[in-house]
T-cell receptor, first 115, second 113 residues
Framework: DTAVSQTPKYLVTQMGNDKSIKCEQN?????MYWYKQDSKKFLKIMFS???????INETVPNRFSPKSPDKAHLNLHINSLELGDSAVYFC??????????????FGEGSRLTVL | GENVEQHPSTLSVQEGDSAVIKCTYS??????FPWYKQELGKGPQLIID?????GEKKDQRIAVTLNKTAKHFSLHITETQPEDSAVYFC????????????FGKGTHLIIQP
C-alpha cells in the first residue's frame, strides 16, 4: 500500500547507456514531480506534471525526458548517461499543483550510479 | 527566482536539548514555507509548514516561526530524541508562480545520547 513507489531503487550503469526510472502513485493526486538530489543532499526540481501535462521544466539537459502515460504514472528516461548524472532521483506527487502550495509526498528514491 | 539559504549545515545537540535551524529567502512574494525531514535511505517527509499570514505554528515538540519583514523562518525542536536525527530541509514557494518549491541545502541534525 505504498503511496509513491519508484523502481528501481538502485541502478548501476556505464556511461553512454540509456536507462529509465518508473514512478507510480496511488494517492489519486493530479500532480507528479521528479527531483534530483546530489551527493551534497541538495534537492532540485527537474519536472512537474499536472494531469499528464508538463508544468515545470527546469534547466535540465534534453537527455532527460519525462513521460506521463496517465496521471498516476510519471517515468523518467535518461539518454547517453554521463558521470554527472549520478545522484538519487526522487519522484513525488501532490494533490494540487505545487505552485498552489500542496504537500509533496516523496517516493523512497532511486540511486543512479554511472561508471 | 527564489533563493533559500539554510544554516547550519550540521547541528549536533545532546538528547533532551533544543535544536534550531534557520532559513532565509529572497523573494518577498513567497507565501508558503514547509519543512521536510529526510531519514537515511528515505524520501523527504513534510513535518510542519507555515503560510505567510501566520507568524508561528506549533505541533507538539516542533514549531516554526516566520519573520516576513526580515524574510527568515526557523524550525525549533524541543526535548530532542534520537529519532529526530535526520536531514531537515526548509523550502519556500511563491504561490501561483511558475516555479516549484525551492529547497534549502539541508541541515544534518545529530542527536547525541
Amino acid at each position: 500500500d505504498t503511496a509513491v513507489s519508484q523502481t528501481p531503487k538502485y541502478l548501476v550503469t556505464q556511461m553512454g547507456n540509456d536507462k529509465s526510472i518508473k514512478c507510480e502513485q496511488n494517492l489519486g493526486h493530479d500532480t507528479m514531480y521528479w527531483y534530483k538530489q546530489d551527493s551534497k543532499k541538495f534537492l532540485k526540481i527537474m519536472f512537474s506534471y499536472n494531469n499528464k501535462e508538463l508544468i515545470i521544466n527546469e534547466t535540465v539537459p534534453n537527455r532527460f525526458s519525462p513521460k506521463s502515460p496517465d496521471k498516476a504514472h510519471l517515468n523518467l528516461h535518461i539518454n547517453s548517461l554521463e558521470l554527472g548524472d549520478s545522484a538519487v532521483y526522487f519522484c513525488a506527487s501532490s494533490q494540487v499543483p505545487e505552485r498552489n502550495t500542496g504537500e509533496l509526498f516523496f517516493g523512497e528514491g532511486s540511486r543512479l550510479t554511472v561508471l | 527566482g527564489e533563493n533559500v539559504e539554510q544554516h547550519p549545515s550540521t547541528l549536533s545537540v545532546q538528547e533532551g536539548d533544543s535544536a534550531v535551524i534557520k532559513c532565509t529567502y529572497s523573494d518577498s512574494a513567497s507565501n508558503y514555507f514547509p519543512w521536510y525531514k529526510q531519514e537515511l535511505g528515505k524520501g523527504p517527509q513534510l513535518i510542519i509548514d507555515i503560510r505567510s499570514n501566520v507568524g508561528e505554528k506549533k505541533d507538539q515538540r516542533i514549531a516554526v516561526t516566520l519573520n516576513k519583514t526580515a524574510k527568515h523562518f526557523s524550525l525549533h525542536i524541543t526535548e530532542t530524541q534520537p529519532e529526530d536525527s535526520a536531514v531537515y530541509f526548509c523550502a519556500a514557494i511563491t504561490g501561483g508562480g511558475a516555479d516549484g518549491l525551492t529547497f534549502g541545502k539541508g541541515t544534518h541534525l545529530i542527536i547525541q545520547p
